[in-house]
């Protein structure tokens, strides 16, 4: 059943994802299409979110509004557009070649009203596509943006499974980026094997930051990894810590191995190492 929710979040093509004010109090569900102001026109999407859960990721700025509801020549008006990204798709591919541009077009997204077409690319550096521009401009007869983007936008657009099994995190859910270090792979003791902490963009697997601060928060119980501890006239150096069980393994000279708690720990005498 709709909501009449005052915010909602809508997505399109290549899971692009904005935020809209819900200003004419429409019954609004989760997968509804609807007509949404655009920059310059009209836009449609479908409903992604709706409800409380839409404020929790609303960001700054200002937020555009649901217009309507949409109707069923909507839906066929965007049935044709997609047609008409295809055919683009290879018209424009045929123009990069032509023209001998070190690019690769990744997608084509075309607004519902037709005032914007927009060619998804990634390049290894800034290409000088003003002839293209031109060139599709005057085939289409509509304002042509040529926009580049980043390995791990063009993931997103084009969407997959990750090693979890599970649809691309950036696909399903993020609306933004954040930077991902190896020190967060570090963290959770991972072995550090790109085909393992890597996504099908060949970065560093975005859910490595998810528990990262957790991750942190408990190893701050504990010594680093070879630390020496002196406990009960033993003499040991912290290998490893189980974070799930809240025990450090501890390799004593004299008695072998050992499982110690935070508390155990703090009984002895450490030297953290450099």
């Not at 690769?104 to 037709?114: A, I, R, S, Y």
């Amino acid at each position: 059943m709709g909501k009449n929710s005052k915010v909602v979040e809508v997505v399109f093509k290549g899971e692009r994802r904005a935020i809209y004010r819900n200003r004419n109090d429409l019954e609004i569900a989760e997968g509804d299409f609807v007509v949404v102001e655009a920059e310059r026109g009209q836009d449609l999407g479908k409903a992604s979110l709706v409800g409380s859960l839409v404020k929790l990721k609303r960001g700054k700025g200002e937020t555009r509004s649901i217009i309507r509801m949409a109707v069923e020549n909507d839906l066929e008006i965007h049935e044709k557009n997609k047609e008409k990204e295809r055919g683009a798709f290879q018209i424009c591919k045929e123009k990069i070649r032509h023209y001998n541009l070190d690019m690769k077009l990744v997608d084509v997204e075309l607004q519902f009203d037709g005032s914007k077409l927009t060619f998804f690319f990634t390049a290894a550096q800034r290409v000088d596509f003003r002839e293209l521009v031109k060139e599709l401009a005057s085939i289409y007869r509509t304002r042509i943006e040529l926009r580049q983007i980043g390995v791990r936008d063009e993931a997103k657009r084009i969407s997959g499974c990750g090693i979890c099994g599970r649809k691309q995190c950036c696909s399903a859910f993020l609306n933004e980026f954040e930077q991902i270090t190896t020190q967060m792979a570090k963290n959770q003791q991972l072995a550090l094997n790109p085909s393992k902490i890597s996504g099908n963009c060949g970065r560093l697997l975005c859910c490595l930051r998810y528990e990262d601060d957790m991750y942190q928060e408990i190893f701050k119980d504990f010594p680093p990894p070879g630390s020496q501890i002196t406990l009960e006239g033993k003499t040991g150096t912290v290998n490893y810590i189980n974070i799930f069980e809240g025990k450090a393994l501890v390799y004593f000279k004299e008695t072998g191995q050992e499982w110690l708690s935070p508390e155990e720990l703090r009984k002895g005498k450490i030297e953290h190492v450099a």
